[in-house]
């Protein structure tokens, strides 16, 4: 052991060494040429040696300022190679917010006006990388010029330039447009396949551009079909296959198109139908589909069409198959086709297929092409892909679930009430807003289902159940306590008995969350959830007529915790000065039921007060919201820290008629969920969630994507292999996604259990997203 320490030891030592010694090294030479550079009779030679060995320190991470003035004179005197490295080496060590680069500028017009071909296009070329967006003005009037200049060479260099300029600084050159639009009829076609790129970024901003040179577009596209370009533009047996996929692509901004135009697209389809086993051949047959499927096209447009989709569907390439899927979807999002069971396989194990990205579009296309028997299948796979897959990617998981909703909102279903079932599954995966949302469809579906009375009230009771459940696993987030916590608000019995229960129940959810906060840990959602917490205890003393003494004593130890801001704090206050007349504030409540009068939400009863108070300098009143933006005098010498809640978290309050979800004080209007976890179901803490690492089995080489990846993955967990997919289950799988029957199972009808029942017998803490185990 001794020996091997020493070894580790001296590795650790030669690495040091070797780090140090390069640093040294590299700074030593540094020292060099910078004594060169200041030699006043360097060679020109000489100067692009030490700059070649400037630039490659730079890139090294070492810096070499010195060398940025030789490069800027190289640029501007020297020969027309010494003028190519100049330029050269401004563009590796210069930015564009440099000093220097504000000199070079005057280089570069200097060298544009030039009759020196390869001098201008070296300008054009640096002006890409050296201009900054405050100095296109400068450059625009001459560029213009060179658009007209006799050499394609140059022209084609203006086109780039103009198209970057656009990108930077669209406001000031959308107005060559007209110029650019005029050169489609260049005589080179390699001019036209620049102008075709950038009308390609123009269409969104200046449409008519393109609609003037759609007849030139349609005279191109036949040429190139027809072979009558230089043989150099050919590439894997098609003519200038991204000139037909730019001309295309700028198609698909036509209004309506005329026959001849489908014509087009027909002909180009059947003429890259033969190499689209090759990525370039498939490119061009993607980019005609989604053009056909943009516009529309009939039935017998579209059927060769959807034939080259089976066959990019079945290729053995992962590639290929990927473009096959996205074009199925393309497709779906317009015509409701049946799918056969062959492209029903091929679906399945792509859904089980190793690479991540394949699983994301088979998801995607399931989401699109779902249907009332299937929806709730299709919203499982989705949760399940997010809670394994998605933990740290945000965008992907917020796309996701973005899809699971619609089809809970599109597909809901008042007697199984699987769409509610699907929102508990969705809920504790959802981050900020998406869990706002989630959190007020479940309150709204609930407060105002549709169907048979009796059958909302026991979804009600399952519901309420599946939270309460759910609150007592080991992990749970925020989001669905605060569910929780309105759930038993709203829907507890009027008795005393019932109230004094609910209230025992929020008093000691309130105790453990207090109990567990560390003091130097302030969070903004665990401050929402005690805030829900003490409106849900308010609105269920109202309604029962009924307190207990645990109740204020919570009130005085929040008001004393760390976590109690100003809000926080008034809220307490607010509560515990109504608890002493809480049974007239009941009584008050039932007499106005009783002989149906509405209540004043606009409080114009105490008009005249708050206007004598506000004479008397008393402070206005400020909502939740205006608390976070200013800040409020402390009522009590009680410590406390105000959490600062970013802009874009406000929401819109709820419509839910409660004390929880209604004003300021709504939960939907939480800035983010956190999540509890504990050792046991009786004490929490906060953690942050993280998945487990799973090791998938290599998909890329040097090569490529691998090829013919079995699509029953095997994936490695720690020190063992488990076959994620089995016969039976991707039987099972395909019977509730396509209505096929299983083996074995003819003449026996499948009945389905209430998606509320499973969720309630659900291991909940699996239902989370995973976290990583702790060494």
Not at 88 to 96: I, P, V
Not at 247 to 265: A, G, H, V
Not at 379 to 405: E, K
Not at 655 to 660: D, G, R, Y
Request: net charge negative; glycine share 4%.
């Amino acid at each position: 052991m001794a020996s091997c320490a020493r070894i580790w030891e001296s590795s650790q030592c030669v690495f040091f060494m070797r780090e140090n010694e390069e640093e040294w090294l590299i700074q030593d030479c540094l020292r060099l040429v910078k004594g060169k550079l200041c030699e006043p009779s360097t060679k020109p030679s000489t100067i692009i040696k030490c700059l070649a060995f400037s630039i490659f320190s730079e890139l090294s991470g070492y810096k070499a300022e010195f060398a940025y003035i030789h490069a800027v004179k190289l640029a501007q005197y020297g020969s027309l190679a010494e003028k190519k490295m100049g330029y050269l080496a401004c563009a590796f060590l210069l930015r564009e917010c440099d000093s220097l680069s504000v000199l070079l500028v005057n280089t570069i017009f200097r060298d544009l006006t030039s009759k020196n071909m390869y001098v201008v296009a070296m300008a054009l070329s640096a002006s890409c990388h050296l201009v900054s967006p405050d100095q296109v003005t400068v450059l625009l009037p001459v560029l213009e010029e060179k658009l007209k200049h006799p050499s394609e060479y140059v022209r084609s260099k203006a086109v780039i330039v103009l198209h970057h300029f656009c990108r930077v600084s669209p406001q000031l050159c959308l107005q060559y447009a007209n110029q650019v639009k005029v050169m489609v009829g260049d005589r080179d076609p390699g001019v036209v396949a620049h102008v075709l790129q950038f009308l390609i970024d123009v269409a969104e901003d200046l449409p008519g551009v393109v609609m003037d040179v759609m007849s030139a577009l349609v005279q191109i596209q036949n040429q190139i079909l027809d072979g009558k370009l230089p043989h150099e533009y050919t590439y894997k047996g098609l003519h200038a296959p991204w000139m037909q996929i730019s001309i295309i692509r700028l198609l698909q901004y036509l209004q309506e198109p005329s026959m001849d135009i489908y014509m087009l697209i027909q002909k180009t389809l059947q003429n890259a139908m033969p190499q689209m086993q090759n990525y370039i051949g498939s490119a061009i047959v993607c980019e005609c589909i989604a053009t056909l499927v943009k516009h529309k096209a009939g039935d017998e447009m579209l059927a060769s069409a959807l034939l080259c989709v089976v066959d990019l569907m079945g290729s053995t390439s992962s590639n290929l198959r990927y473009e096959g899927l996205s074009l199925l979807e393309k497709v779906l999002e317009q015509y409701r086709l049946p799918l056969s069971p062959a492209q029903q396989d091929v679906v399945l194990s792509s859904l089980c297929h190793p690479d991540q990205a394949m699983k994301r579009r088979t998801l995607s296309l399931l989401c699109t092409m779902a249907e009332a028997h299937n929806v709730e299948i299709v919203c499982t796979q989705v949760a399940d892909y997010v809670r394994d897959h998605c933990a740290h990617n945000p965008y992907i998981q917020h796309d996701l679930i973005s899809r699971a909703l619609a089809l809970t909102d599109r597909f809901q279903n008042s007697q199984t009430h699987w769409h509610i079932a699907a929102l508990i599954r969705l809920l504790p995966l959802a981050q900020d807003k998406q869990a706002k949302a989630i959190q007020r469809r479940i309150q709204l579906t609930l407060l105002a289902g549709s169907g048979n009375l009796e059958d909302i009230i026991v979804a009600r009771s399952k519901v309420l159940h599946i939270l309460a459940k759910y609150a007592e696993s080991k992990t749970v987030s925020t989001s669905v306590i605060e569910v929780y916590v309105w759930c038993l608000s709203q829907f507890c019995g009027a008795k005393v008995d019932d109230g004094q229960q609910v209230l025992e129940k929020l008093v000691s959810l309130g105790c453990k969350v207090l109990r567990n906060q560390e003091p130097s840990n302030v969070s903004q959602g665990i401050q929402n959830l005690l805030i829900s917490i003490i409106h849900s205890a308010s609105h269920v003393a109202e309604k029962c007529g009924t307190t207990i003494s645990s109740l204020e004593e919570l009130l005085q130890e929040i008001m004393k915790s760390h976590l109690a801001d100003a809000y926080l704090r008034h809220t307490c206050l607010e509560l515990l000065a109504s608890l002493p007349h809480i049974s007239v504030i009941h009584r008050a409540l039932q007499r106005s039921i009783r002989s149906e009068k509405q209540f004043d939400f606009t409080l114009s009863f105490v008009d005249k007060f708050v206007c004598e108070s506000l004479a008397a300098n008393a402070m206005p009143y400020q909502p939740k919201l205006l608390h976070i933006a200013v800040p409020v005098p402390e009522m009590t010498s009680l410590p406390s820290d105000s959490m600062t809640a970013p802009p874009d978290t406000v929401a819109l309050p709820s419509t839910c008629p409660s004390p929880v979800s209604s004003g300021t004080s709504s939960i939907i209007d939480f800035p983010r969920s956190e999540s509890f976890s504990s050792e046991d179901s009786k004490s929490w803490s906060l953690r942050s969630p993280q998945k487990e690492d799973i090791l998938a089995k290599p998909l890329w080489s040097r090569e490529g994507r691998t090829k013919n990846v079995d699509p029953f993955v095997y994936v490695g967990h720690k020190d063992q292999l488990a076959v994620v997919t089995s016969d039976s289950e991707m039987q099972h799988l395909a019977s509730l996604l396509f209505n096929r029957q299983e083996p074995g199972a003819a003449g026996e009808e499948t009945s389905q259990g209430d998606p509320l029942d499973e969720l309630l017998n659900k291991d909940f803490q699996k239902l989370s997203v995973l976290k990583s185990e702790r060494s």
